[in-house]
Structures are given as structure tokens and as C-alpha cells.
């Protein structure tokens, strides 16, 4: 935040970037307020002008107006537009009725209509960071306290906070009373955050490690402050991250792309044709015929256009993704249905995507045994098994240490009835480590509710940050045999667990059987390296420990109290991968894509999970949040390729990670789930929100919601957006190859000499739309080729002609054009002959669409015979087929229709000739494929 130095403005404060460096006092005397009276009004009044409100600030977007005028710029539409136009000017001069022009408008109304719902979906994650502050907040202002606004907060003033406050800026702690923040929406850390006034923080310091400061967004679950304001709106970390996503400028999607690229291709093709058509036209009849040739040219100009190509892609995308909901994948932004197929690298959150989110206990160490765990999830139900694979009854040892892990413990163990199913669904209220230490214990047959009326806590020492540790003090008021210390003097017990070496630390003796021993220095040993054992391995370690008192120690006292304690043992616990994730890893593997694992984790936690799904080798390196940070841009992009775990990463380094992969040439799928996740999740190619865990920014953001947040998730929409622009371009190949051979058609009726337009505007918006559009729809719902998920993902930059597809419409235009145009000829020549002219034009009208039914039929697969494709796998082709071929005969033989479309009656022969020319277009693809097997196995030979 940057204030002024002026003289006429001193009483506004020098900035000061490093408040957690700071004490109370020196943060009080550099906002020049007080902490028990507040600013002063005219300092408010000074800086609520200079710094204005604390609200987030909107940079300038596209208006709903200017999205509707972008979709009119398209260079198709244009030149339907301009088509449209002329067709009404000439209609206009001949008195005619313009039936032309207002279907063409029509076509370019719907299809701006289209692309405007599909763009205005304007991004809502400011939106959503607005909703993190508070409208209200409470101020201490000229010793007075107050309820304002929050967006009349300046720098200086004192916020007063308590249980269930929303804070409304960023500040400075200057009294704290057992002050806990969910900072979860801002760090991605699921625990709150102890915070400590006194706490004289390094420059360096993290975000989520700042405990003398309060951030905009997050929320007070327990205890009371008194807080300093040190910056407002955009400078505050939340206005940061607003900075950010409005800094990230969204780019066309590959589909988006190409199509731009087919309009520009179609259109300059079409006028370079109508040009030659008009100059052969003009040198061979004079300027008499100029009409006639413009009549000719709008023909063209409506033929070359695919009218119905964005209604038939958008309804696919749709189809799309209605199938990903089924598959727990909810699609926010259309195109990116088609993106997620050219996915290269998919970047993970590791606890809850790659894992279950359930901590388990899976190793168990005591005096005297060594025992693994087995089970699943948070069902009490399991076995003990000794280092020898002999299973055994669970010992005295382990008893006591699962009364340590119960009582020392705030979390609740829940089940319910899953009637459906038939089966009981645990789950945990609370700390998942927590979690895993109850579901050990019932294992052992103890549970919490059976136990803590028996055993009351009487008093706690709260886990921090420096100890890494947490007792409590119950009392032993039960008759039990063979178990804790009991007797008279000592009627409490105190039961501490933490980290293994702070716990050990403050040990003398040690649980073996029913004895305390003194501990010696080759036990401690044995315990520590046993610790950094089961650390390597990717588990989480806690220490136990536990100890008879005579009173309750006082509050304050931990530091005195927690000696001489007697060692229970220590557990070993693991956010297990989700059981279907290593398949999916596999998979992606086999796919060409990258799987790539990002975690706030350590880097040993991370290398076993990821070693164990095999995104990487245990003796790979991994890429720490500290490492990251020295790194340069151009040292980040050198490495980013090799690297596949990135550990104690913090949100915001995922962004430099996206943009390194991105310049890299990869196209990035990127999950996240926080606040801080938000502009990575915008610049990725798919940004992908948790929807179980992730809050309304992240998912605001996003282009796809995990339903389930699971990894296998991405993987299977990975493999539904290739089927979509697999079919897409299976539908382009159908549309476009048919559109060629209509404007060839056209432009060889006046260069033969054959009167007249053999197809109006209106007959060709018909076969763009319905006898293109049905049969094309059809093809968008064609099952997944067999190998859609053995094979790299094709280059998001490749051409929408890319491999064949430009020179099979060129080619089977052609075809198209051939046979057509010999019907259309010896149709010419038959009508004259029998006293009908312009029938001819019906049978070539008629031709082309019944043409296109074979072509759908022989489409479906580039290598298969139509005979030997099941015909039931895609019935929805046969009845488009069924249903087109009916609606083109009933503008033939009913007589209103046959009136609007200018058709002509046809003979049972000359319709029959129809179908047999058709026929010739399904007969020619068949043999393609079986020339170009025999050329394939004719050069394997």
C-alpha cells in the first residue's frame, strides 16, 4: 500500500509492506492510532479520501451489448448477412416475395442468438470474493465503539472481533484471548489457525504462518481480538488475488479456433469460386447475363456456409456434458467439453483427489511389539498383525496407547445407517489425524462415548505451534485391572501426544507390560530411528505418552507438568490413494498425459504416495515450495517437464507452474479447491474445482467441477472430450464434404450452359439444416473408438484439416460434384425432352440429400465396412437417416410444401434414378476403405 509523504497529507502513515515483522506498538505508532481509542475523525476522513473504500475493484469487461455485436463479426455470418441483402434487394425489384432473405436472416439471428448464451456466462469469481467480507464490522473510533460498514474501514482503524465474524480487512493482532481463524478459504489449510498477538514473525514467513495478522475472507471460530486495519480493499491479500484473476486473459479454446479457421478457409474459397463463376460467366455471355450469374453467386455463397454447424456443435457439447454429470464431472463452460481432450498434463491436489482424505493408521510401535494395522477408511474394523505376520490378540501395550489416542482427542467418530446398500457409513467430526486415532482405537473395541463419561477431561493444554504438542488431564474414577496407574494419590491422569521427538523428549520411562521402567538412551534410539523410518515411507507419525498426577495443574503450567512422562509408543498413519486412482494414473500413462502431483505435504509424504500410483520413482527428485521460490522463471520452465511432485507448494506457486508448463508448449489441466487456487485454476487450459471441498471462488473460476473430487474423475471426462472432438470432426467431414460438392454443382450449371440456378437459397438452407444437420447430430452421439485412450492426445494447435480430414472434403466434394453433376446434366437434357424443364433441378435438389444419407451411413468409421459395424450401436443415425429421407419426399408430393420450396412432382423413375445415383456416393466410400486396406497390407508385405 503506498501512502503519501506530503506534508499537507502527514497525518497519513509511510508504508509498511511487513506488518509481521512488527510488535504492537510499532505497528500502533506507524498507522498513528491508538489501541484502546481509536483514529481520530479526521484522520478517517483524510484517509477514506485518499485510500477510498475498501471494497474490491472491477477492471472493465465485455458488456452483455458488445458480446451480442462480437457474434456478428463472425466472417460467416457476415457473409450470409451481405447474401441475405442482395437476395432481398432482387426479390424487392421482381415483386417477388423475399422467403429467401428471411430464412437466411433467420439462420443468422438464431446463430448469434446461440454464440451470445454460450459467451455471456461472464466469470463470477470476483462475485464470489466479494461474498468472503463481511457488510458490517465493529470499530473503536475516537473511544467510541461502533458498528459501520466495512467498506468505510481505513487503514489505522482498530476491528473488534469474536466467534463468528466474517474480518472485513487485513491487520495486526494487538490482543488476542484464545483466538481461532478458518483461514482454509485463503490458505487451503483445513484446520484453524491459533493466533498470537505477541508473535514477532521473520520477513520470510508464510502466509498460513503469519499468527500476529487477520486477512479479509477468513473467519473467527473461537475466542476474541483487537485487530489494527493494515490494508484495504485491492491491497489486502484477497484484493491480491482479485488483482490476479482479472490479470488472467482468457484465450480461444482449440475448437474455438478452429473454427475461426474453417469460417476464414469456407469463405475466401467461396468468393475466389464466385469470382471465377462471374468473370467465365460474363466473357461467355456478356454483361446480359450478369443477373442470372448473381443469382448463381448467392447460391454459392449460401452452399459454402454450414448453417447449421454451431447448433450442431453446441447441441454435441451439451450431450457431452450431460454424459460427464453421469460420470460425476460438471461442465461449466461448454467449449471446455471438447478442451479436455487435448489435456497433455494434469495437475493434482494430492489429499482428497489422489487420496481418500482419510488418514489411516496402518503401523503401530510399542515397548515391546511392532504391529501393522489393517482396514479401510474410518470403519472401526480391523486386524493387528505382529511383525511376523502372526495375527494376535491385542496387547495390554496397545490398549493403553488407544486409551492415550481417545481421550487426547476432539474429533467424533459417526456411523449411520446406509439402508440402500445395506451397509453402516463411518465418518469423523473434526481433525482427520483425529479421525484415524478413533477408528484405531475401535478397533481395539474402545470408543470414545463409552469412555470420556467414565474419564472426564478436567483440564487441556492446547497443540502449538512451538511444543508440537497436546495433553489433557481426565480423571481416573473407574475400576479397571491391569491397566493405568490407580490409587489414591493420584485420581488424575494426563495423556500427551505430538511429535515423537518433543513427546520422547519429555519422557523418563517406558509402558513395557504392565511395568514403567526407566527409559534408556538405546530405547530412545531405537524410537527415533523407527520415527524417521516410517516418515520416509510417506506416514504421518505421532508420539503418545501419558502420566499420573495428584491435582489438576494449572492453566499456563504445560511447560512444568509435561515431564517425567511414561512412553506408550507411537503410530503411523497415511492418507491412503484412492483405490481406483493407480488404475486411472495407468490410464492417463497409456493416453500420452502427464500426471503431475501438487501438495502442501512433505516432500517424503508426497514421493511415497506418488511412488506407490506410480506418477513417479521413489528415486526421483521432487520440486519443494521453497525451491520454487529461488527459481527464475527460465529455471522453472528448464525443469517443469522432468518434475512430476511439487511439495509444501503453496497455492499461489501454482500459477508460476501453469504458465512454466504452458510456455512449454503443454496444454494444462489444473485442480485446486481454495481461494488462492482461484487465478492458477483461471489461467490453466481447464481449470477444475473441487466440488465437495472447494469454495465459491475456486469453482467460479473453474471450467469443471469435480462432483466427487476424485482423479479418476478428470481422467474419465480426459476421455469423454476426446469422443467429442472425435465426433466433431467425424460430423465436419460429413457437413463440409457436402457443402463443396453443392457449390461445385452450382458453379458448373452456368459453365455448362444449363439454364438457371439448379439450387435456390432456400433448398440449400434445407440441406444445411435438415437433411446436414439431423444425420450430423447423430454422428456427434457415435460410440468411443476402440483406442480413443491408447494414443497421445492430438496438438490443441492442430489444424481443423489436420490428418486427411482437409483433402477427404475436398475429395468426396469432388465425388459429390461428379455424380451430381452427370445426373444433372442428363436430367437437363430429359426434362427438355419431356416438355418439363425445370424439373431437372428437383432431381438434382432431390440427389444431393438422398446422397448424404449414404455418406452418414459410411462415415461412422474411417476404416470399418458399414456390414461389419454393429448397426444398433448408434440407432439414433438410423432414424435420422429414416427420418430425413421422409421429410425430403414430402416436399416433393405435398403439394403446400412442393408450392414454399419451388419443387416439382417426380415419376416413380426419375425417383428412382435419384436413389440410384445417391446410392453411387455410399458405394464409392465403401471402396475407398477397401483400396486403402489392400494398399496398407500390400506395403507391409
Given at each position: 500500500?503506498n501512502?503519501?509523504?506530503?506534508?499537507?497529507?502527514?497525518?497519513?502513515?509511510?508504508?509498511?509492506?511487513?506488518?509481521?515483522?512488527?510488535?504492537?506498538e510499532?505497528?500502533?505508532?506507524?498507522?498513528?492510532?491508538?489501541?484502546?481509542?481509536?483514529?481520530?475523525?479526521?484522520?478517517?476522513?483524510?484517509?477514506q479520501?485518499y485510500?477510498?473504500?475498501?471494497?474490491?475493484?472491477?477492471?472493465?469487461?465485455?458488456?452483455?451489448?458488445t458480446?451480442?455485436?462480437?457474434?456478428?463479426t463472425?466472417?460467416?455470418?457476415?457473409?450470409?448477412?451481405?447474401?441475405?441483402?442482395?437476395?432481398?434487394?432482387?426479390d424487392?425489384?421482381?415483386?417477388?416475395?423475399?422467403?429467401?432473405?428471411?430464412?437466411i436472416?433467420?439462420?443468422?439471428?438464431?446463430?448469434?442468438i446461440?454464440?451470445?448464451f454460450?459467451?455471456?456466462?461472464?466469470?463470477?469469481?470476483?462475485?464470489?470474493?466479494?461474498?468472503?467480507?463481511?457488510?458490517?464490522?465493529?470499530v473503536?473510533?475516537?473511544?467510541v465503539?461502533?458498528e459501520i460498514e466495512a467498506?468505510?474501514l481505513?487503514?489505522?482503524?482498530?476491528m473488534?472481533?469474536?466467534a463468528g465474524?466474517?474480518?472485513a480487512?487485513?491487520g495486526?493482532?494487538l490482543?488476542?484471548?484464545?483466538?481461532?481463524i478458518?483461514?482454509s478459504t485463503?490458505?487451503?489449510?483445513?484446520?484453524?489457525?491459533?493466533?498470537?498477538?505477541t508473535?514477532?514473525?521473520?520477513?520470510n514467513?508464510?502466509?498460513?504462518?503469519?499468527?500476529?495478522?487477520?486477512?479479509q475472507g477468513?473467519?473467527?471460530v473461537?475466542g476474541?481480538?483487537?485487530?489494527?486495519?493494515?490494508?484495504?480493499?485491492m491491497?489486502?491479500?484477497?484484493?491480491?488475488?482479485a488483482?490476479m484473476?482479472?490479470?488472467?486473459?482468457?484465450?480461444p479454446?482449440?475448437?474455438q479456433q478452429?473454427?475461426?479457421?474453417?469460417?476464414?478457409v469456407?469463405v475466401?474459397?467461396s468468393?475466389?469460386?464466385?469470382a471465377l463463376?462471374?468473370?467465365?460467366?460474363?466473357?461467355?455471355?456478356?454483361?446480359?447475363?450478369?443477373?442470372?450469374?448473381?443469382?448463381?453467386?448467392?447460391?454459392?455463397?449460401?452452399?459454402?456456409?454450414?448453417e447449421g454447424?454451431?447448433?450442431?456443435?453446441?447441441?454435441?457439447?451439451?450431450?457431452?456434458t450431460?454424459?460427464?454429470?453421469?460420470?460425476?464431472?460438471?461442465i461449466?463452460?461448454?467449449?471446455?467439453?471438447e478442451?479436455?481432450g487435448?489435456?497433455?498434463?494434469?495437475c493434482?491436489?494430492?489429499?482428497?483427489?489422489?487420496?481418500?482424505?482419510k488418514?489411516?493408521?496402518?503401523?503401530?510401535?510399542?515397548?515391546?511389539?511392532h504391529?501393522?494395522?489393517t482396514?479401510?477408511?474410518?470403519?472401526?474394523?480391523?486386524?493387528f498383525?505382529?511383525?511376523?505376520?502372526?495375527?494376535?490378540?491385542?496387547?495390554?501395550?496397545?490398549?493403553?496407547?488407544c486409551?492415550?489416542?481417545?481421550?487426547?482427542?476432539?474429533?467424533?467418530?459417526?456411523?449411520?445407517r446406509?439402508?440402500?446398500?445395506k451397509?453402516?457409513d463411518?465418518?469423523?467430526l473434526?481433525d482427520?489425524?483425529?479421525?484415524?486415532?478413533?477408528?484405531?482405537?475401535g478397533k481395539?473395541g474402545?470408543f470414545?462415548?463409552?469412555?470420556?463419561?467414565?474419564?472426564?477431561?478436567?483440564?487441556e493444554?492446547?497443540?502449538?505451534?512451538?511444543?508440537?504438542r497436546m495433553?489433557v488431564?481426565?480423571?481416573d474414577?473407574?475400576?479397571?485391572?491391569?491397566?493405568?496407574e490407580?490409587?489414591?494419590e493420584?485420581p488424575?491422569l494426563m495423556?500427551t501426544?505430538?511429535?515423537?521427538?518433543?513427546?520422547?523428549?519429555?519422557?523418563d520411562r517406558?509402558?513395557?507390560?504392565?511395568?514403567?521402567?526407566?527409559?534408556?538412551d538405546s530405547?530412545r534410539?531405537?524410537?527415533?530411528?523407527?520415527?524417521?523410518?516410517?516418515?520416509s515411507?510417506?506416514?504421518?507419525?505421532?508420539?503418545f505418552?501419558?502420566?499420573?498426577?495428584?491435582?489438576?495443574p494449572?492453566t499456563?503450567?504445560?511447560?512444568?507438568?509435561?515431564?517425567?512422562?511414561?512412553?506408550?509408543?507411537?503410530?503411523?498413519m497415511l492418507?491412503?490413494?484412492?483405490?481406483?486412482?493407480?488404475?486411472?494414473?495407468q490410464?492417463?500413462?497409456?493416453a500420452?498425459?502427464?500426471p503431475v502431483?501438487?501438495?502442501?505435504?512433505?516432500?517424503?509424504?508426497?514421493?511415497?504416495?506418488?511412488?506407490?500410483?506410480?506418477?513417479?520413482?521413489?528415486?526421483?527428485?521432487?520440486?519443494?515450495?521453497?525451491?520454487?521460490?529461488a527459481?527464475?522463471?527460465?529455471?522453472?520452465?528448464r525443469v517443469?517437464?522432468?518434475?512430476?511432485?511439487?511439495?509444501?507448494?503453496a497455492?499461489?506457486?501454482?500459477l508460476r507452474?501453469?504458465?512454466a508448463?504452458q510456455?512449454?508448449g503443454?496444454?494444462v489441466?489444473?485442480t485446486g479447491?481454495?481461494?488462492?487456487?482461484?487465478?492458477?485454476?483461471?489461467?490453466?487450459?481447464i481449470g477444475?474445482?473441487?466440488?465437495?471441498t472447494?469454495?465459491d471462488?475456486s469453482?467460479?473460476?473453474?471450467?469443471?467441477?469435480?462432483?466427487?473430487?476424485?482423479?479418476?474423475?478428470?481422467v474419465a471426462?480426459?476421455?469423454?472430450?476426446?469422443?467429442?472432438?472425435?465426433?466433431?470432426r467425424?460430423?465436419?467431414?460429413?457437413?463440409?464434404g457436402?457443402?463443396?460438392g453443392?457449390?461445385?454443382?452450382?458453379?458448373?450449371?452456368p459453365l455448362?450452359?444449363l439454364?438457371?440456378?439448379?439450387?435456390?437459397?432456400?433448398q440449400?438452407?434445407?440441406?444445411?439444416?435438415?437433411?446436414?444437420?439431423?444425420p450430423?447430430?447423430a454422428?456427434?452421439l457415435e460410440?468411443?473408438?476402440?483406442?480413443?485412450?491408447?494414443?497421445?492426445?492430438?496438438?490443441p494447435k492442430?489444424?481443423?484439416f489436420?490428418?486427411?480430414?482437409?483433402?477427404y472434403?475436398v475429395?468426396?466434394?469432388?465425388?459429390?460434384?461428379l455424380?451430381?453433376?452427370?445426373?444433372?446434366?442428363?436430367s437437363?437434357?430429359?426434362?427438355?425432352?419431356?416438355?418439363?424443364?425445370?424439373?431437372?433441378?428437383?432431381?438434382?435438389f432431390?440427389t444431393?440429400?438422398?446422397?448424404?444419407?449414404?455418406?452418414?451411413l459410411?462415415?461412422?468409421?474411417?476404416?470399418?465396412?458399414?456390414?461389419?459395424?454393429n448397426p444398433?450401436?448408434n440407432l439414433?443415425?438410423?432414424g435420422?437417416?429414416?427420418?430425413?429421407t421422409?421429410?425430403?419426399?414430402?416436399l416433393?408430393?405435398?403439394?403446400?410444401?412442393?408450392?414454399?420450396?419451388?419443387?416439382?412432382?417426380l415419376s416413380?423413375?426419375?425417383?428412382?434414378i435419384c436413389?440410384?445415383?445417391?446410392?453411387l456416393?455410399?458405394?464409392?466410400?465403401?471402396?475407398?476403405?477397401?483400396f486403402q486396406?489392400w494398399f496398407?497390407s500390400?506395403?507391409?508385405?
Open positions: 500500500m501512502f503519501p509523504t506530503t506534508s499537507d497529507t502527514a497525518a497519513v502513515p509511510q508504508t509498511e509492506e511487513h506488518w509481521h515483522t512488527l510488535n504492537e510499532q505497528t500502533t505508532e506507524l498507522l498513528q492510532s491508538d489501541r484502546d481509542r481509536g483514529l481520530r475523525a479526521e484522520l478517517v476522513d483524510q484517509r479520501q485510500f477510498g473504500t475498501n471494497e474490491l475493484k472491477e477492471s472493465g469487461g465485455r458488456s452483455a451489448l458480446i451480442l455485436w462480437d457474434q456478428f463472425n466472417i460467416m455470418l457476415i457473409m450470409l448477412i451481405a447474401v441475405a441483402i442482395v437476395s432481398a434487394i432482387l424487392w425489384r421482381q415483386n417477388n416475395f423475399p422467403q429467401d432473405a428471411i430464412a436472416f433467420s439462420i443468422v439471428i438464431l446463430n448469434g446461440l454464440g451470445y454460450q459467451e455471456s456466462r461472464a466469470e463470477k469469481a470476483l462475485a464470489a470474493l466479494k461474498r468472503l467480507s463481511s457488510p458490517q464490522v465493529r473503536i473510533r475516537d473511544g465503539t461502533q467498506k468505510e481505513v487503514p489505522g482503524d482498530i473488534l472481533l469474536e465474524v466474517q474480518i480487512a487485513d495486526r493482532l490482543e488476542t484471548r484464545n483466538l481461532q478458518a483461514e485463503l490458505t487451503g489449510e483445513a484446520t484453524a489457525v491459533t493466533k498470537d498477538a508473535a514477532i514473525l521473520s520477513e514467513a508464510s502466509l498460513g504462518d503469519r499468527l500476529n495478522l487477520v486477512f477468513t473467519e473467527v473461537q476474541r481480538a483487537r485487530a489494527i486495519v493494515t490494508k484495504i480493499g491491497e489486502t491479500e484477497i484484493g491480491r488475488i488483482s484473476i482479472q490479470g488472467v486473459s482468457s484465450e479454446t482449440p475448437l478452429r473454427m475461426t479457421q474453417l469460417g476464414n469456407l475466401s474459397g468468393m475466389s469460386l464466385v463463376v462471374v468473370v467465365v460467366g460474363v466473357v461467355r455471355s456478356g454483361w446480359s447475363a450478369f443477373a442470372e450469374l448473381l443469382e448463381i453467386s448467392l447460391s454459392m455463397a449460401v452452399a459454402v456456409v454450414p454447424l454451431p447448433a450442431v456443435v453446441t447441441v454435441t457439447l451439451a450431450i457431452g450431460q454424459k460427464m454429470i453421469r460420470r460425476h464431472a460438471l461449466r463452460k461448454l467449449p471446455a467439453v478442451t479436455l487435448s489435456v497433455t498434463t494434469i493434482s491436489d494430492k489429499t482428497g483427489t489422489l487420496t481418500q482424505n488418514m489411516v493408521v496402518q503401523k503401530v510401535y510399542t515397548g515391546s511389539y504391529f501393522s494395522v482396514g479401510e477408511g474410518y470403519e472401526p474394523s480391523g486386524t498383525y505382529c511383525q511376523n505376520n502372526n495375527e494376535i490378540e491385542t496387547e495390554t501395550e496397545v490398549q493403553k496407547l486409551l492415550a489416542c481417545v481421550l487426547c482427542n476432539d474429533a467424533l467418530l459417526q456411523h449411520s446406509n439402508i440402500a446398500e451397509t453402516t463411518w465418518t469423523i473434526g482427520p489425524t483425529e479421525g484415524a486415532l478413533l477408528t484405531l482405537a481395539t474402545l470414545k462415548e463409552d469412555i470420556q463419561d467414565k474419564m472426564p477431561r478436567q483440564e493444554f492446547p497443540f502449538d505451534s512451538e511444543r508440537k495433553s488431564i481426565v480423571t474414577d473407574r475400576e479397571r485391572q491391569g491397566t493405568l490407580q490409587n489414591n493420584s488424575y495423556f501426544k505430538g511429535s515423537t521427538e518433543l513427546v520422547l523428549e519429555r519422557c517406558i509402558l513395557i507390560q504392565e511395568d514403567t521402567p526407566l527409559i534408556n530405547q534410539q531405537e524410537i527415533l530411528d523407527t520415527n524417521d523410518h516410517l516418515a515411507i510417506g506416514l504421518r507419525v505421532l508420539g505418552a501419558y502420566k499420573p498426577l495428584t491435582e489438576i494449572r499456563g503450567t504445560e511447560n512444568t507438568s509435561e515431564q517425567n512422562l511414561v512412553w506408550l509408543g507411537l503410530v503411523g492418507d491412503a490413494p484412492r483405490i481406483e486412482v493407480e488404475s486411472a494414473v490410464k492417463c500413462k497409456r500420452g498425459i502427464r502431483m501438487i501438495t502442501g505435504d512433505h516432500p517424503l509424504t508426497a514421493m511415497a504416495i506418488a511412488a506407490k500410483l506410480d506418477i513417479t520413482g521413489l528415486s526421483d527428485s521432487s520440486v519443494t515450495g521453497q525451491e520454487l521460490e527459481m527464475s522463471t527460465e529455471e522453472l520452465e517443469v517437464e522432468q518434475v512430476s511432485v511439487y511439495a509444501r507448494v497455492p499461489e506457486h501454482k507452474i501453469v504458465k508448463l510456455k512449454r503443454e496444454f489441466a489444473m479447491d481454495g481461494v488462492n487456487d482461484a487465478p492458477a485454476l483461471k489461467q490453466a487450459d477444475i474445482a473441487m466440488g465437495i472447494g469454495t471462488v469453482k467460479e473460476a473453474s471450467d469443471m467441477i469435480l462432483l466427487d473430487d476424485n482423479f479418476a474423475t478428470i471426462a480426459t476421455e469423454e472430450g476426446r469422443v467429442v472432438y472425435d465426433n466433431i467425424r460430423f465436419i467431414k460429413y457437413i463440409l457436402s457443402n463443396i453443392e457449390v461445385l454443382t452450382i458453379a458448373a450449371a455448362l450452359g439454364g438457371g440456378v439448379p439450387l435456390s437459397p432456400l440449400i438452407l434445407w440441406m444445411n439444416l435438415v437433411t446436414d444437420g439431423l450430423a447430430l454422428l456427434a460410440p468411443a473408438e476402440p483406442n480413443v485412450m491408447s494414443r497421445t492426445p492430438y496438438n492442430e489444424s481443423i489436420a490428418r486427411g480430414l482437409g483433402w472434403m475429395r468426396i466434394g469432388i465425388i459429390f460434384a455424380i451430381t453433376i452427370v445426373l444433372m446434366v442428363w437437363y437434357n430429359y426434362s427438355r425432352v419431356d416438355g418439363n424443364p425445370a424439373r431437372w433441378k428437383t432431381m438434382v432431390t444431393l440429400c438422398l446422397a448424404q444419407m449414404g455418406h452418414a459410411a462415415v461412422r468409421s474411417d476404416t470399418r465396412l458399414t456390414i461389419e459395424m444398433f450401436s439414433y443415425v438410423l435420422a437417416i429414416t427420418l430425413t421422409v421429410l425430403q419426399l414430402l416433393i408430393y405435398v403439394a403446400p410444401l412442393r408450392n414454399f420450396f419451388s419443387t416439382h412432382l416413380p423413375t426419375e425417383l428412382a436413389f440410384g445415383f445417391s446410392l456416393m455410399f458405394v464409392w466410400i465403401e471402396m475407398e476403405k477397401l486396406r496398407l500390400r506395403n507391409k508385405h
